[in-house]
């Protein structure tokens, strides 16, 4: 524990340095605390929600650092893939993982669309061949993908915030989402692949979901706010009568659309998608950050 608390706490890029070995031991690890957990988690206490980081391994320290004082940590998913530099899926996704050994509690990985190419195929998956390259064969992969398929779908908080990577399971009630199997394929794209009918990235999968579907739904596991991942070019926009937030974390979209890199910090109940403090670091500071309403 100790090596992994060094890593963690005071020096993140020895991530470099850690062969096929000790990465497989430290999965090993990992895993069984990841199979404990159920498709959704309930948690309580103040929460910042992380969005897409894809590969961005800069700016999951930046938020890490920033953000560890809080109850939770809560990743929406897609770690992967897209990488904005060399290397940065392995070292993002492995660094997330020493992360949780090291604060199971704390921090929670929600399943994205890309942690399950192994059920529903996506584009680009460039990490296979990253992993190749690095260590000369693809045995790794295959540890990953038991860390993909074990890891939890939705968050749901005492403070009123529903979240996940991308949509909701519409008309489900708390008990069936309390027992959805991580891995069953539907319910896997529903909340992986699905955008909202209005968003401006509509990619036509999943199953999108207009204002009627979410009202319900939020009513229905009494919610007030979905805060969701996925679509990088309306994050920092709120719709749905201010119901539903986006946000997106990594740097590699920073100046496409609207928005910077953001994080949502619940520190108290919400009604509403703007009485959530989102912060921005794509200056490479810490900024308050104005939600559009829609
Ligand atoms: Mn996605």
């Known amino acids: 524990m100790d090596k992994i608390k060094d890593i963690v706490l005071r020096d993140p890029d020895r991530i470099a340095c850690l ?3 000790e990465i497989e031991n430290y999965i090993d690890n990992v895993i069984p605390l990841l199979e404990r957990e159920k498709a959704l988690i309930e948690i309580d206490g103040t929460t910042v929600f992380i969005g897409d980081t894809h590969g961005d391994f800069e700016t999951t320290k930046a938020i890490v650092k920033k953000f560890l004082n809080m109850d939770h940590l809560v990743f929406l998913g897609d770690y992967i893939d897209r990488e904005p530099t060399k290397w940065g899926s392995i070292y993002n996704i ?6 949780k050994l090291l604060y199971h ?5 929600l399943k994205g669309n890309h942690e399950c190419n192994y059920l529903i195929p996506c584009y680009p998956y460039e990490f296979e061949k990253e992993i190749i390259q690095r260590f000369g064969s693809s045995k790794l992969h295959s540890k990953y993908v038991e860390v993909f398929s074990s890891i939890p779908l939705i968050t749901l908080t005492t403070y009123n915030v529903f979240a996940a990577h991308g949509g909701i399971i519409k008309g489900a009630t708390l008990e069936q989402l309390r027992n959805i199997d991580k891995n069953d394929i539907e319910a896997v794209e529903s909340i992986v692949w699905s955008d909202p009918t209005v968003s401006l990235t509509y990619r036509g999968a999943g199953k999108p979901f207009d204002e009627k579907d979410l ?5 229905e596991i009494k919610a ?10 309306t994050l920092g926009f709120s719709i749905y009568n201010d119901r539903c937030l986006t946000i997106f974390s990594s740097q590699r979209y920073k100046n496409m659309g609207n928005g910077g890199i953001l994080v949502a910090k619940v520190e108290k109940n ?14 490479g500071e810490w900024n308050k950050y104005k939600i559009i309403k829609r």
């Open 19 to 21: 062969d096929e070995k």
């Open 94 to 99: 492995t660094y997330l993982l020493l992360l």
């Open 105 to 109: 509690e704390k921090v929670i990985l």
């Open 215 to 219: 009202t319900s739904f939020l009513d």
């Open 224 to 233: 007030h706010v979905f805060v969701r991942g996925h679509s990088y070019n």
């Open 270 to 283: 919400v009604k509403y998608a703007s009485d959530i403090v989102i912060e921005d670091f794509s200056t």
